[in-house]
């Protein structure tokens, strides 16, 4: 594993290299909201590739501003992405993401289009037509970002320990990190958090986490319709799933019941708690891909 910072508008993009570096890279994986590049190690290192992990604007150890009061949909991460793939890999390369990093993949293949091989989402948010309408709403950003649940305690995360094994000790088997390997819970601490005044704190702003769960004013079901769909997987957990039976049948519809999959007896967080049950579909995206 090594980092690396790349300069794009605004700031720097970080990125980790895994795998062989003297091949091109094949595979760029973006997270989820709220966790980092690292985090992912244990999914990506055993594939044998040269595979890139970002960290997305305010996330890790990426150096671009943050407005959580102005955001309102993921279009500054896509174009985030969109300019490090066209500027630094050459060749066309498999965009996969998880949740958050599922949506701002999908975002970026009308863009993309030719450098996009093949697409890998795992359990991305596909909010409901009644959160859409309300989010529309006068002031229905700010009531989402105060009544969703998981926005809520986004937003009351306690962001300074005293020392990474404190934030080890503080996460282990608890919320979304219940039943993380503690290699993985390890990498998203080190990946995660930065030195500070009083040890160490969250790179994560618990504001603009927040700020990013209700923020969906894009046209994510019209960027499906440029997938590689000859190389297109979406892949839905089956509990803490942050989409409807309506909205998954929805996207079905639109790139072909085909591409998309529901695993049994996992939830929102498995590409980290359970990666080999994900890698496959990495493993598959990248033969199918030829690159």
């Not at 890279?25 to 040269?50: C, D, F, I, T, W």
């Not at 997987?233 to 072909?256: L, Q």
Request: proline share 6%; aromatic share 10%; net charge positive.
């Amino acid at each position: 594993m090594r980092r690396e910072n790349y300069d794009i508008k605004g700031g720097t993009l970080s990125a980790l290299h895994f795998g062989d570096e003297s091949q091109p890279v094949k595979l760029v994986m973006l997270h989820a909201n709220g966790l980092n590049a690292q985090s992912y190690r244990g999914l990506l290192e055993p594939l044998g590739v040269h595979a890139l992990s970002l960290d997305l604007r305010g996330h890790g150890m990426t150096q671009l501003p943050i407005n959580p009061k102005g955001l309102r949909n993921f279009y500054g991460f896509r174009d985030d992405v969109v300019e490090f793939v066209q500027n630094y890999i050459e060749g066309p390369v498999i965009l996969s993401g998880h949740s958050l990093g599922a949506v701002v993949s999908m975002l970026s293949a009308p863009i993309l289009k030719d450098k996009m091989a093949g697409y890998v989402g795992f359990d991305l948010p596909l909010l409901s037509s009644f959160l859409r309408v309300v989010f529309k709403m006068p002031g229905g950003l700010d009531f989402l970002k105060s009544k969703l649940p998981i926005a809520v305690a986004a937003g009351r995360r306690r962001s300074e320990f005293d020392s990474l094994e404190q934030a080890f000790g503080r996460y282990k088997d608890r919320g979304i990190f219940k039943g993380f390997p503690d290699a993985t819970l390890r990498d998203y601490v080190e990946g995660g958090f930065i030195p500070s005044q009083n040890g160490y704190k969250l790179a994560c702003n618990p504001k603009w986490e927040q700020s990013i769960f209700p923020s969906h004013d894009h046209d994510l079901f019209g960027a499906a319709k440029q997938l590689p769909l000859n190389n297109t997987k979406v892949v839905f957990a089956t509990s803490d799933a942050p989409s409807t039976a309506f909205t998954r049948a929805h996207m079905r519809g639109v790139i072909g019941k085909e591409n998309v999959e529901r695993l049994a007896d996992t939830n929102h967080m498995f590409p980290l708690n359970q990666p080999d049950i994900a890698r496959p579909f990495l493993l598959d995206a990248i033969k199918r891909a030829k690159v």
